[in-house]
Every structure is written in structure tokens, then in C-alpha cells.
């Protein structure tokens, strides 16, 4: 079904003084059960190509070619259909506990990655503003013993700060520079020399390497983060970052890797976890979305509104939450892109909020201070 | 590019976070030449030439003693419970650890600690072009670690010989270079003795076991690398003839000569005893001086030679114009140098005013260790004195490890290879990891503020990251290039 919102009467789905915590005493230094996990898709991860609205009379021909990715895909129901190489999700969504927030947006409107992630990251609403990331202050609002983890060799913005986070990367993780290599490539193309010798040393690497062509294995990530959030000492919030998402040229199947990429990292999660996976909510989120029409090299490029994800056991799934703004062109933002039409802010203050038992107007103010909107409601189980 | 450019990358070490561009790109490469600081502090800060002479003496007074107990202890006879006595005898347990070792582990950090200096003053100093050609006469009077005597004094070689030198006639920085002890010992110097000398004809008296006797490895080197270049004219007995002169030259405490000329001053003497006597003759010139002053007069006279001139100012033409040197500017710097008795600010000056080192932008491969500094420079990364060893490792530019005394090679095809080209990726983005806050958007224009290339800055705005875009500026053509 899709529960469709819009901005005026989602306000105060939830009244904030009733689900204030009430923590016993001896819990205060101990952390609880419940997980959450932030899955970043650097690069601006086309949420259009993620969760198409099929259902929406100017999808068709607003897309084009890329539309045809969804050929027979069957549709969540009457307007969204998921992308055919997601088919766990799509599963997950059957149990309801996925849930997905569509035409979503964070306060930043221009389209430049760096600054857009760092406005993701800090919570702030302009990009360098604010110095730690909502990760970390949300962690203040956490039982005083709850771990926090990033799984790269060093800490993401979202979750620097005054509270310690740990980091914890191996050598079987996906190794980011499989996208710096196509970007280099990219780079020295026009350039002679360095082009020679890049691809020499490309072939090399290549033929060194074996059948271990790249690197990528999303299935070890999701079984190690699940480990890492195992057991009593276990971490309690983590972060995944992923990339790869930046589909300027032939989208098509990169796409289609980067989605077969994302959904067995969470089946792999969803299995490592076991049990904890009732206790686990995933929010997988962007820093903006992509251009609704396809580019001259049957990609896409930077746009503004995306997709977000909720997955796990305490996901009131089953769901696709939208204030649709539609995509005819008169309807699109600035006559390109996905109009957002609900805040990332207020959609992950809701969630987490209430996943962690918190009172998600509290965590909107500390995570995301300025922001001005107020928690979307009904994103988690009662 | 263009001059700004060229004077901060191709005569510098690259734009350093927070400095104005250089207002007058030429009037600033000759003024660091007044404003140049031979000791900076965390160059002063580290161990003398003595110091190290001494630990060096230390070390090798243990390994003598360890031999001699392990050649008294062959003679005795063996016990027969005992079939293999002399694995025996060499073994030694690991809770006793060799002397040795705890002698020689100071000198290797010492090295780590040196090199790891000489990259912080190339990423702080405000006298970059000077800093540049601080490793460029220390490559040109390369000593090499791959020695084990050198592992301590590679570094006050280039701080006490090099350094104090940058600035003066080419035949000062060539006295001091080939006189220090690092020389001596990398190019063999120390150990030569002339057969007809007070020593040389002692030991042929006792009989000694290895006859006393010149080694040429340092006069050749010197005419073939440091002064006159190969193939300009001098002969087998020219070489020779030098050596002998140079007999004398040496550093006490040290090897086979330690127990007739102990250790004293810990630094370079010349020892009357061990010089061959008589008068040389080289190329068709007579040095009837005595003692020191004729090696002396015969080093002057390399200085002063045509040869020297053309072969210094063809190195130079070539580390700051192109691999193959423009003629016209090997021509003018030659004459300048003969003109002014190789006086080294001059040649300095005369490379800047010169119109070749100003064109023909990106014709020079930066070489790892300056690329190094460059990244350091443009992000304000510290790398610490390990690290940074560990990647000029990986790039193959390991500091003070030419492995040959001709030093580094400049030429492009030697650094710019796939798989150097690949370890530098691998760096930028290791690197770039560590540097989140950077927004390489606006770091690229200001490295690069007058020939940032469309490819480049397209790259680094639609890299899908931060992280991305700063290792692909570090890895861009313009920042591989000078």
C-alpha cells in the first residue's frame, strides 16, 4: 500500500511526551538491544532507477530508455515497483519490514556531492556549518555504554565528534578504489602518456590478480558488520558507507550491479544478525537524487530528490511513504529533477527516534538542529 | 602554465596551503637565495657527523671483538658430546641478543630520523627552489645506504657538507662533499693507503696479509660523476694518478685502520702516513705539492675545468627545463659558470632569468620524492618520518638509496612507469582518507591557478566524494608533472 502524506498532516504523528524513555537505573552504563545501521550511498544513488513510480502517468516518457529497467517488474502496489535486481528487498517488503520514503530531500538544494554529503553527514542545513555528524550526537542521547562503529579505515563525518566510535575496515571489505581506478582512467584518458601507462598497469594489476577482478564484495561487508553488532559488547550503531552511485554513463547495468551489490549486503546482514535482526533498523539514504531524464550517455546526472530505505525487524514495512510529487515536467524541481516533497531530516529523526525509544522530536533537534520540519510518524513498530 | 606555475612547481616543491602566490615569480626564486637558511632547526636538532663516527667505531670495535672470541674459542678443542661445534658456537640465544645490535639499531634511526627531517623541511620551508637544489647537488654527489657504514651519515653528509654549501663556488661544495666522511667510506676513500707511504711500506715489511694499496673508486668517481662527466678526455692513469694523490684522506676509528689510527675528532683527517709520496702528473699536468694540498690543487683544477662546466650545467638545464636539456641554455649557463669561477648563485640566477625553464610547461616528471613533498604541501598531510620512508619505498625513491654513487636518474622514463604510476594512486588514496575536511574544488585552482586542465577539474567535481576527488587532484597530470 502507499500511505500517502503529505506535510501538513504528518505533523505530529506522534506525541512527544509519551514516548519519552523511561530507562532503569542500572541500564544507564549498559546499552541496549536495539541496532541501527546507516548505509550512505555516496555518489547520489539514482532513487528513481531504485523504486519507480510505474503508477505515475509521466514516468514512461520522462525516462526513456531508462525506463525499460523495469519491464515486467512486478509492482509493490498500484504506483511503485522496485528495481528487478532487488529481489530481497522485495521480499523483506512482502514481510513488512521494508518500508521506503520516497521524493525525499535534506535542506541543501544545490547539486554538488561534497557539499551535500557533509550536509547528510553533520545534520546541519549548509554545507561545513556544524562540525560533528548526527551519528555522534545521537549517540549522546544513547544509553552511556552504546557502541558505535564505522566500517571504513577511518570516521566518517556522520559520526565524528566528542563521543568515541570505533572503526574497523579489513582487507575483504569493497575496496573503494575499484571507482578511483575507472575515475583515474576517466582522468588520464586525454592524456598520452599517463594513459599508456595507466592501462599497462591495469592489465598488470588485472592478470596479477587473478579472478579477484574487483575487489567488491558486499556479502563479506554485511556478514562483518553483522558480527560486529553481535553480542552483548557488540557495537550498537554502525555506519556502511558505499559508492559507485554516481551513474553519469550507461546507468543500465551499473545500476543493476549497484542494487544486486546493496540488497545482498542486507540479506547477508539480515542472516549474520540472526535473531538481532528484530531489534535492527537499516536506513539506507543519499545525499541527493539524480536527473529524472536520461543524459546524452545513457546515464543520468546530479538532481535533487531521492529515495530513503528502512529495513528490519522493527520497520513498520510493507509501505512506500510519499508525498508524490509527480513527474510531468510542470511538477519537477527547477524542470529537471525529483521535486522533494518530504525532509531526510524529519523521515530519520521518526525512524530512529522511535526505533531506540526516544522522543523523535528531541532527536530532530539534536541530530538535526535548524532543519524547521517535524518527525514523520509511522516508520517504526509500536 | 604559466610563470606562477612554473616558479612554484618546476623550480619549487609545489604551492604550500595558505601562501600567496608569488606576486613576482622570479624575483622570488632569486630571492630565496639571500633568504636561504642553511641550518634550519630540525635540521641543527639532529646527531653530528662525530657522533655518528663514534657509534659507528663502537659497532665495529664489538663485531672485531665478537670474531676474535669466536676465532679463540674455534681453537679450543671441541667437546665430543658436541656434533656440531661450530653451529654451536655461533648460535646465540635469543635472550642475549647480539651487542651488535643494540649498537646498530641508534644508527638506523638515526637514518629513519634524518630522512624523516629532510622531508619535513622540504614541506615547511619558505625557500623551496633552495630546498630543491639541496637534493640536487646531494643526488649529484650521491652517497648510498645500501652501504652499511653510510646508514648514519648519509644524512649529516647532506646537512654538514651539502647544506653549508648550496650556496658557494662549485669547487667548495666539491671539497666538502668528497671530503666527508660518508664519501670517504661509500666510495671506499678511507681505506686507501699509498703503497710507498710510511704505513703502506710498514705493512709490506710485516708481511701483511692483504697488500696495503690505493682504491680509485672515489678519484673516479669524482671526474666521472662529479666533475668533468664521462667521456671528456681523462684516462686510466689520469684516474690513477688521482687516487694516489688522494692517499691520506680518511676517517679515523673506522675498519682495518682502526687499530693504528684510533678514533679521535670523528671526522675527516688526512693521515701523512698513509699518502703516497712524490709528485702526479694528471691530464699532462704536474702537482708536485705535499701532503693534502695536492689532492687539493687537483680537485680545484677539475672545478675549473671546461668539462666540469658543461657537465654541471647540463645537469642543472636538465632537472629544471626538460630531459633533454635546451642547447642554448646548457650553453649560457656554462659560460656563466666559467665566467664567474662556478660560483653556484650565479648559475642559480642565471637559470631563472633564462627563458628555457619557462616554457614547455609539464615537461618534467616529478620524481617520487618531490611528489611526495607536493601532496604534503598542498593538503598540509604530515607524514611521519616511518611512513614517509615506507611510501618513498614503494615509489622506489628510497631517501639516500640511489644504489649507485651517479644518484637518481632525471629523466621521465625512469619514474613515470605503470606500476609507479599505480603505488602513487594507491597512496592518493590512502592519503586522501585521512584529509576529509578538503574540498578539493577550490584546493585544485589554487595549486593549479593557471593551467588546471578541463579533464582534471572535471574530475574533480563529479568524483563521488570528497575522499575521491582529493586523491584523483593528487593523481591528476598536473600534479604529476612540473
Known sequence: ?382 | MGDVEIALNRFGLGWKAGEAPPANPRRWLVDQIARYDPAPAGIAALPRTPEQIGKLAALQTARTERRQDRAEAANEPAPKAMTQPAMESRATPSSQPRPEAQLLKPLRDSYVQAAGARMAQAVATDTPFMERLVAFWSNHFAVSIDKGTVIGLAGTFENEAIRPNVNSKFSDLLFAAVRHPAMLLFLDQAQSIGPNSLLGQRAQRRGAERKPGINENLAREIMELHTLGVHSGYTQADVTEFAKALTGTTVTGLGRLARLLPYDSGRAAFVEQLHEPGARTVMGKKYAQAGEAQGRAILNDLAAHPATARHVATKLARHFAADHPPPALVARLEQVYLKTGGDLPSLYRALVESPEPWSNPGAKFRQPWEWLVAVQRATGLVIPAQGGQFSLNQLGQPTWRPGSPAGWDDLAASWAAPDALLRRVELANRYSRNLATIDSRTLAPRLFPESLSEGTRTAVARADSGQQALALLLVSPEMLRR
Open chain 1, 1 to 382: 500500500m502507499t500511505l500517502s502524506l503529505n506535510r501538513r498532516n504528518m505533523l505530529g504523528a506522534l506525541g512527544a511526551a509519551t514516548l519519552l524513555p523511561t530507562r532503569l537505573a542500572y541500564a544507564a552504563a549498559a546499552q541496549g538491544e536495539r541496532r541501527f545501521v546507516f548505509i550512505i550511498q555516496r555518489g547520489a544513488a539514482d532513487g528513481l532507477a531504485t523504486l519507480a513510480p510505474l503508477g505515475d502517468p509521466a514516468f514512461e516518457s520522462a525516462r526513456g530508455a531508462l525506463a525499460a529497467d523495469f519491464a515486467g517488474a512486478d509492482k509493490l502496489d498500484t504506483t511503485f515497483a522496485l528495481h528487478p535486481a532487488l529481489a530481497g528487498m522485495g521480499a523483506l517488503y512482502s514481510q513488512k519490514q521494508a518500508l521506503f520514503v520516497h521524493g525525499v530531500g535534506i535542506p541543501y538544494r544545490d547539486r554538488s556531492h561534497f557539499d551535500a554529503q557533509n550536509v547528510l553527514e553533520t545534520g546541519g542545513t549548509k554545507p561545513y556549518q556544524t562540525k560533528d555528524g548526527w551519528m555522534n550526537r545521537l549517540l549522546a542521547l544513547l544509553p552511556g555504554g552504546t557502541r558505535a562503529l564505522a566500517v571504513s579505515p577511518t570516521v566518517p563525518a556522520a559520526l565524528r565528534g566528542p563521543r568515541d566510535v570505533t572503526s574497523y575496515a579489513n582487507s575483504r571489505l569493497p575496496d573503494p578504489d575499484a571507482e578511483l581506478m575507472s575515475r583515474v582512467s576517466q582522468m588520464y584518458a586525454g592524456d598520452k602518456q599517463l594513459h599508456a601507462l595507466w592501462e599497462s598497469s591495469m592489465q598488470a594489476k588485472a592478470m596479477a590478480a587473478g579472478n579477484d577482478d574487483s575487489g567488491q564484495d558486499p556479502v563479506a561487508t554485511g556478514k562483518l558488520v553483522a558480527s560486529l553488532l553481535s553480542g552483548p559488547s557488540g557495537a550498537r550503531v554502525a555506519m556502511i558507507e558505499t559508492g559507485g552511485w554516481d551513474t553519469h554513463f550507461q546507468q543500465k547495468g551499473r545500476i543493476e550491479r549497484q542494487l544486486k551489490g546493496l540488497d545482498a549486503m542486507i540479506g547477508a546482514l539480515k542472516t549474520g544478525l540472526g535473531p538481532a535482526w528484530n531489534e535492527t533498523l537499516v536506513l539506507v539514504a543519499t545525499e541527493f537524487g539524480r536527473t529524472v531524464a536520461p543524459n546524452g550517455t545513457g546515464g543520468t546526472d546530479h538532481g535533487t530528490g531521492s529515495l530513503a530505505m528502512l529495513l528490519g525487524g522493527t520497520v513498520s514495512g510493507g509501505k512506500v511513504v510519499s508525498d508524490w510529487p509527480g513527474l510531468a515536467q510542470g511538477q519537477l524541481f527547477e524542470g529537471r529533477d525529483l521535486k522533494p516533497t518530504l525532509a531526510l531530516d524529519a523521515a530519520i529523526a521518526g525512524a530512529v527516534g522511535a526505533h531506540f525509544g526516544l522522543d523523535p522530536a528531541l532527536v530532530l533537534a539534536t541530530c538535526f538542529p535548524g532543519g524547521g520540519s517535524k518527525p514523520i510518524g509511522g516508520l517504526i513498530r509500536a
